[in-house]
């Protein structure tokens, strides 16, 4: 049997101790190449390519623009903007985040920097941001390609009373917390994976559509909601009761997704909140799709995703904000 990527060297690029023996320019100099093409500054506001070097800040460079006569640092405009980390902190963040290829706990991720629960919150939910903007109005599929589809819920959890005689019956719609949501995802075999979340999947219909190419094959299980897709597309389908994969169809690509996603859930989220469960099927998706790419390659696409989103919309001052409701 073939070596699991996991266990070669290859999939061994970049390191804690690597990023800690950095010096201060080299740690620099990797934002400013991922960053900038030839890792030359390029103004944020006006794009003048003509930047002098002014005094540094708080130990990082900085340029003033030649056009606009604005002053900007390696992070000005990024997701990473008004960063008070030192930028090394956020390498390791990046490296902490993506070894952990089920997802990383972001009170583990507070411990290996030292920082507080809040601080890592924050941190690790702009790295998602960076990781989902790969897939911003992505479409997949088209013609001769093949996708396939599947739901699965999450959240909503209601406990079960100590006593089995008080037990209610939690699969009845008036017993559940109606917190219940269902991920969609949609994955092309050999392309990207792209999530949608939804009450039902029924309401992720109207997606599907939008994401998958016209003359894609789809291969979905039998469930009735997808009933609907046969007008637009070609489609296998599978039940589930009869086997994994029957006569050609087969949806084990996208239970693989939820098997990742699910662990994670159960071994580093623990608990997934409703508005954030976009932003969790996001990351996974993206660890999925980058599976087979090498820990280093994974840490400068994330910060190379991260440093061409603008500021966090969502996570900006998101503490200091909360404190002032
Ligand atoms: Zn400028």
């Known amino acids: 049997m073939a070596q699991h990527f996991l266990f070669s060297a290859a999939a061994r690029s970049l390191s804690v101790a690597k990023i800690m023996r950095m010096s201060e320019l080299g740690v620099e100099n990797v934002f400013r190449t991922l960053r900038w093409p030839d890792g030359k500054p390029v103004c944020p506001r006006c794009g003048c390519t003509i930047c002098y070097e002014c005094h540094r800040r708080v130990d990082a460079p900085r340029w003033r623009c030649k056009a606009c006569r604005g002053d900007f640092s390696l992070t000005s405009g990024t997701l990473f903007a008004w960063h008070k980390l030192p930028l090394r902190t956020y390498l390791l963040a990046v490296v902490a985040f993506c070894n952990e290829v089920k997802g990383k706990s972001m009170l583990a991720?507070?411990?290996?920097?030292?920082?507080?629960?809040?601080?890592?919150?924050?941190?690790?939910?702009?790295?998602?941001?960076?990781?989902?903007?790969?897939?911003?109005?992505?479409?997949?599929?088209?013609?001769?390609?093949?996708?396939?589809?599947?739901?699965?819920?999450?959240g909503g959890h209601v406990r079960p009373e100590n006593l089995a005689a008080e037990r209610i019956d939690r699969r009845?719609?008036?017993?559940?917390?109606?917190?219940?949501?269902?991920?969609?995802?949609?994955?092309?075999?050999?392309?990207?994976?792209?999530?949608q979340v939804a009450?039902?999947?029924?309401?992720?219909?109207?997606?599907?559509?939008?994401?998958?190419?016209?003359?894609?094959?789809?291969?979905?299980?039998?469930?009735?909601?997808?009933?609907?897709?046969?007008?637009?597309?070609?489609?296998?389908?599978?039940?589930?009761?009869e086997g994994y994969?029957?006569?050609?169809?087969?949806?084990?690509?996208?239970?693989?997704?939820?098997?990742?996603?699910?662990r994670g859930e159960l071994g580093h989220h623990h608990h997934i909140a409703g508005p954030y469960l976009l932003r969790y099927a996001q990351e996974a998706a993206w660890r999925e799709d980058s599976r087979h790419v090498s820990n280093g390659d994974q840490v400068h696409g994330v910060v190379r995703l991260a440093l061409r989103c603008g500021p966090s919309v969502d996570f900006s001052g998101y503490w200091q904000r909360a404190r002032a409701a």
């Open 172 to 195: 009845l719609a008036e017993n559940q917390s109606g917190k219940r949501r269902v991920v969609v995802v949609m994955r092309e075999r050999g392309g990207r994976t792209l999530v």
């Open 245 to 262: 994969s029957i006569a050609g169809a087969c949806t084990n690509g996208a239970e693989g997704y939820f098997s990742r996603l699910r």
């Open 109 to 154: 991720l507070s411990r290996d920097l030292d920082v507080q629960y809040k601080t890592s919150f924050v941190l690790a939910h702009k790295l998602r941001e960076a990781m989902a903007s790969s897939m911003k109005a992505l479409r997949i599929g088209g013609e001769g390609r093949v996708a396939e589809i599947d739901g699965a819920y999450f």
């Open 199 to 241: 009450p039902a999947e029924e309401a992720a219909v109207a997606t599907i559509r939008q994401r998958i190419a016209g003359g894609t094959l789809i291969h979905a299980d039998e469930s009735p909601a997808w009933n609907a897709l046969h007008a637009g597309f070609a489609m296998r389908r599978i039940n589930h009761q």
